[in-house]
């Protein structure tokens, strides 16, 4: 069983920063493939960004290329992710997500572990 909870989101002016966490519990956070999603009002959840266990790849959507950047820390049981130059489409819900597999997958159904998710959002 793993418990995850995101924070860091909140409200910033297009071209802004913001970097959320999210925080697992349990000793085995090593074991899992870490990702957000983020879902906005009236869509579908999508994938943002996935990390191997270890943090050696990462994959993206293309519509955060260059700006998004995920990370972890296995010794704080923390996944992190650095968003920059953030657009009003940008807006939404972010949720982190763990998935006990090697590898990486944007199927939000590969993923057995979700937190409660955080709100972003970025004003025009």
């Known amino acids: 069983q793993v418990q995850l909870v995101e924070s860091g989101g909140g409200l910033v002016q297009a071209g802004g920063s913001l970097r959320l966490s999210c925080a697992a519990s349990g000793r085995t956070f090593s074991r899992y493939t870490m990702a957000w999603f983020r879902q906005a009002p009236g869509k579908e959840r999508e994938f943002v960004e996935a990390?191997?266990?270890?943090?050696?790849?990462?994959y993206y959507t293309d519509s955060v290329k260059g700006r998004f950047t995920i990370s972890r820390d296995n010794a704080k049981n923390t996944v992190y992710l650095q968003m920059n130059s953030l657009k009003p489409e940008d807006t939404a819900v972010y949720y982190c997500?763990?998935?006990?597999?090697?590898?990486?997958?944007?199927?939000?159904?590969?993923?057995?572990?979700w937190g409660q998710g955080t709100q972003v959002t970025v004003s025009s």
């Open positions: 990390i191997t266990r270890a943090g050696s790849s990462t």
């Open positions: 997500a763990a998935g006990p597999f090697g590898g990486l997958d944007m199927r939000s159904g590969s993923y057995d572990y």
